[in-house]
Nanobody
Framework: QVQLVESGGGLVQAGGSLRLSCPASGSIFAINAMGWFRQVPGKQRKLVAPITTGGSTNYADSVKGRFTISRDDAKNTVYLQMNSLKPEDTAVYYC????????????????WGKGTLVTVSS
């Protein structure tokens, strides 16, 4: 069993900052890619930022220069630092980790957190 629990969401004024955290716990052999997604009601969940095992990152155009994804493999945790927040960043944010639960689990499986709501007021 693997569990992911996001934290750090909340209400913030435009221009403010928040830091999301997503620690993974349970039967973990290794973690491959990690990422943050977001979803607004009635829309598809979209990738915001992924990070590879080597620490390579990418960002959606809408968040480039404002958001930073990072990972701490010793803590099995992925973070998302969000600065200069805008009302259009309002969404439920989900972490996604590709986790290998044994050494034979070559590709790993996708695990999702339950989401944390970020609301940015204008």
């Amino acid at each position: 069993q693997v569990q992911l629990v996001e934290s750090g969401g909340g209400l913030v004024q435009a221009g403010g900052s928040l830091r999301l955290s997503c620690p993974a716990s349970g039967s973990i052999f290794a973690i491959n890619a990690m990422g943050w997604f977001r979803q607004v009601p009635g829309k598809q969940r979209k990738l915001v930022a992924p990070i590879t095992t080597g620490g390579s990152t990418n960002y959606a155009d809408s968040v480039k220069g404002r958001f930073t994804i990072s990972r701490d493999d010793a803590k099995n945790t992925v973070y998302l630092q969000m600065n200069s927040l805008k009302p259009e960043d309002t969404a439920v944010y989900y972490c996604n980790l590709v986790i290998r639960t044994t050494g034979w689990d070559y590709n790993g499986m996708d695990y999702w957190g339950k989401g944390t709501l970020v609301t940015v007021s204008s």
